[in-house]
């Protein structure tokens, strides 16, 4: 199936999940990043059971924070 | 690396952080990366912790804020952060939150009423430690 991953379409497995992908992609400190999937926030505790779907927008943000 | 950002972004920095001073300011910023960095777009954005010692980027804001950058053909060069009472230097949140090895971080200092000081750090894990280099940056 063809999905897009931050902006650019890839074709990846059926039944793929929001954890294969993040393992596909190779993302840096997965622990630090937020998902969204056509603009709604996956959260963490779902990455395994989030199947993606033909068409699906996906981009992965990297956590930004710190502090004094 | 050097860093350049222009004078009227650098003024946007400091009067949004001046406004909502206690706060921590934040945002985004954006450009080309042709061996000299040039930031062309600075992306002031919500800090949802709302305190004087923490900022977390809003991830929505930060989401429209990536899609701008592709829409407009820009590269995204990092983010930016003020320390209203404390000098522009990371502290150990900074560095311990900073796991973008590719990533400028600005951080506008407040700390000296009227003189506001900026700085760009890159920041990277060598061996289990967060290793801090001072950017050149220069306000054109």
């Known amino acids: 199936m063809k999905i897009t991953v931050a902006g650019e379409k890839k074709e990846v497995a059926d039944g793929l999940t929001v954890s294969g992908l993040i393992e596909l992609e190779n993302v840096e400190t997965p622990q630090y990043v937020t998902v969204s999937v056509n603009e709604e926030f996956v959260d963490s505790g779902a990455f395994e059971s989030t199947v993606l779907k033909e068409g699906d927008e996906i981009e992965f943000l990297y956590f930004m924070g710190g502090g004094r | ?140």
């Open chain 2, 1 to 140: 690396m050097q860093i350049t950002i222009k004078k009227s972004d650098f003024d946007r920095m400091y009067e949004h952080a001046l406004s909502v001073r206690p706060e921590e300011a934040c945002g985004l910023i954006a450009g080309r990366d042709d061996g000299v960095r040039a930031i062309e777009k600075v992306y002031i954005l919500t800090n949802i912790d709302h305190t004087n010692e923490h900022f977390t980027i809003d991830p929505k804001e930060q989401l429209t804020a990536i899609k701008d950058m592709r829409a407009n053909g820009l590269k995204p060069l990092g983010n930016w952060h003020s320390h209203p009472e404390s000098p522009s230097r990371p502290s150990e949140e900074d560095k311990r939150l900073a796991n973008d090895s590719s990533a400028s971080y600005l951080i506008l200092s407040l700390m000296e009423e009227g003189s506001p000081v900026l700085n760009a750090f890159h920041v990277e894990s060598v061996e289990g430690e967060k290793v801090v280099r001072k950017e050149e940056l220069t306000v054109i």
